[in-house]
């Protein structure tokens, strides 16, 4: 039986909206938000692709005014971007944000928001919990304007975190803005806006939600309502993920898929985290692999390492039994066995087992372990790390 946590906060402020047919009802779900005259943020593949057209055409029937599209975010966008995105929102007299893509674009569309609203520059907004509040910053928050979430992708969650990350090329990292304006308002969540996704893709996000939902139970900052979204996050994703990669036409799997993701960012997007996400974030900014293959490579060498901390190792058991894998034994025997099973389920959706084939050296671990201690998710995993574990640990995982 676990004990009563010291402290924890939990929320999921953002309203979701789950269905088939609601692409075209996007207008009237988000006029009931405050929007008028949204700018839609997406990218310009998924343009091509006429999702965004049928997004935009539901705005007028609703009463809503299209300010303009801004498709210039590219998969791995940055500082840079995200400004030019909230000047196109200022440019285009745009009250609200409706985002429609994967992590990198929906990051965008929020991180530009903040910018929308406190001005300033990016990393200047840098932190947790740290935008502006009333009363001298101790009252109520300052909220941003209306936004709306259309994620293209089963991954990262973030039509309804309240947190963005976002590269800065100069620096060469990723950096973190976690705070409750963040979350937006209503995500829409139809697996038609999945259907011309590539099996590829949808095999490294969905890779991506199973470790916010594994990260989550066993980071240090896990609690009883954050277990309960990432354990059947785990479940959903052990009973749809392989199908919706196998088959892309179902729909099925793939708003399951969809549903997964969502559950399995409400713990992992307030801190509930590890140390997958530290060595991730480096490998991504340092040389473009992509999140979700970089968690898949890096998580079985993780959840082993993790398997040996005595206060949180045994919560690798409801995660193992979840995803169908022997629990005899101890920890460590149940984090080897849960392990082998992800290693397994990555080869099997067809993607890289190693940071080598991904394009990272290496003659850049001790680079990347450096950067991976300064990561916020070291401070929150199960086991302390220190940082020549962490070059043992990208050592395992090239």
């Known amino acids: 039986m676990s004990a009563f946590k010291e402290f924890f906060q939990f929320g999921a402020p953002t309203r979701v909206v789950a269905g088939h047919g609601l692409i075209e009802g996007a207008g009237f779900e988000f006029r009931k938000e405050g929007a008028k005259r949204p700018l839609i943020v997406t990218d310009e593949v998924l343009r091509g692709t006429g999702l965004v057209d049928k997004v935009a055409e539901s705005l007028e029937p609703d009463g809503l005014e299209l300010a303009g599209i801004y498709d210039q975010v590219p998969p791995d966008s940055d500082t840079a971007v995200v400004e030019a995105c909230a000047q196109a929102a200022r440019d285009s007299g745009a009250d609200s944000f409706l985002i429609v893509g994967g992590g990198s674009v929906l990051d965008t569309g929020k991180a530009a928001n903040v910018l929308f609203v406190h001005g300033g520059e990016l990393a200047g907004w840098e932190g947790i919990f740290a935008l502006p509040r009333q009363e001298g910053d101790e009252g109520r928050q300052i909220d941003l304007a209306p936004m709306c979430a259309i994620p293209t992708t089963a991954g990262t969650g973030a039509e309804s975190s309240p947190v963005a990350i976002i590269k800065d090329a100069e620096r060469q990292i990723k950096f973190l803005i976690l705070d409750w304006p963040l979350a937006p308002d209503v995500a829409i969540l139809d697996p038609e806006s999945t259907a011309t996704l590539p099996a590829s893709i949808a095999a490294a996000t969905g890779m991506d939600a199973l470790t916010h939902a594994i990260e989550a139970v066993i980071s240090t900052e896990w609690s009883p309502h954050g277990d309960a979204y990432a354990l059947h996050a785990i479940r959903l994703i052990r009973e749809n993920l392989e199908r919706a990669v196998a088959d892309t036409s179902d729909e099925d799997a793939r708003g399951n898929m969809l549903v997964a ?24 900014a340092r040389y473009g692999v992509a999140h979700g293959v970089a968690n898949a490579i890096c998580l079985p060498w993780v959840i082993e390492f993790n398997s040996h901390s005595e206060e949180y190792g045994g919560r690798l058991v409801d995660c193992a039994e979840l995803m169908g894998v022997e629990t005899a034994g101890g920890p460590v025997e149940v984090g080897k066995a849960l392990a082998e099973r992800v290693r397994e389920l990555t080869a099997t959706l067809g993607l890289p087992t190693r940071l080598s084939q991904v394009g990272v050296p290496e003659a850049g671990i001790a680079q990347l372990a450096e950067d991976a201690m300064g990561e916020g998710p070291t401070l929150a995993n199960p086991r302390e790390v220190s940082e020549e574990e962490f070059v043992e640990l990208y050592e395992k995982a090239l």
């Open 261 to 284: 993701a969502n559950l399995a960012i409400a713990p992992t997007g307030l801190g509930a985290s590890g140390i997958v996400h530290s060595m991730s974030h480096p490998a991504g």
